[in-house]
């Protein structure tokens, strides 16, 4: 084999995985790689959040129809902790401060301030 030829071979196969990949993402970004025969019906199961508890097992909240199940997946098994989960109410969510963890430092500067006029 010269190495044309063999330029040739390796120069073919990469641009046949480059047809692959670049069709692939076309049927991604068009829906196609999602289709599961429910084509613009409302999905009933989602994966609300998922935690990594140690290396084996994992904590995840799956939503199915209007009820939150808390689960915790591991290598032998799955098991439900708690079903029915209440989430924060938006109203406590919007009356609840923001969490700042500089909010006391003026206040601290202010005594600072005021330490070193009375010390000087």
């Known amino acids: 084999m010269l190495a044309s030829e063999i330029f040739r071979l390796i120069f073919g ?3 046949v995985l480059g047809m692959i990949g670049i069709c692939a ?3 991604k970004k068009a ?6 025969g429910l084509s613009g019906a409302k999905r009933r199961l989602s994966m609300k959040e998922m935690l990594p508890i140690d290396a084996r097992r994992r904590l995840a909240i799956v939503k199915c129809d209007d009820t ?10 799955e098991t439900i902790i708690d079903k029915n989960l209440n989430g924060p109410d938006e ?5 609840a401060p923001a969490a700042n963890p500089f909010a006391g430092v003026g206040d ?3 005594k600072l ?4 006029k009375n010390a000087a």
Not at 31 to 36: D, E, F, P, T
Not at 68 to 77: D, F, M, T
Request: charged letters at 20%.
């Open 25 to 27: 993402l076309a049927a």
């Open 108 to 110: 601290f500067a202010k």
């Open 68 to 77: 939150e199940y808390l689960i915790v997946l591991g290598p032998n098994g």
């Open 113 to 116: 301030r005021s330490v070193r």
């Open 31 to 36: 829906g196609l790689a999602s289709m599961s």
């Open 13 to 15: 196969f990469a641009a």
């Open 91 to 95: 109203e406590i969510l919007a009356e």
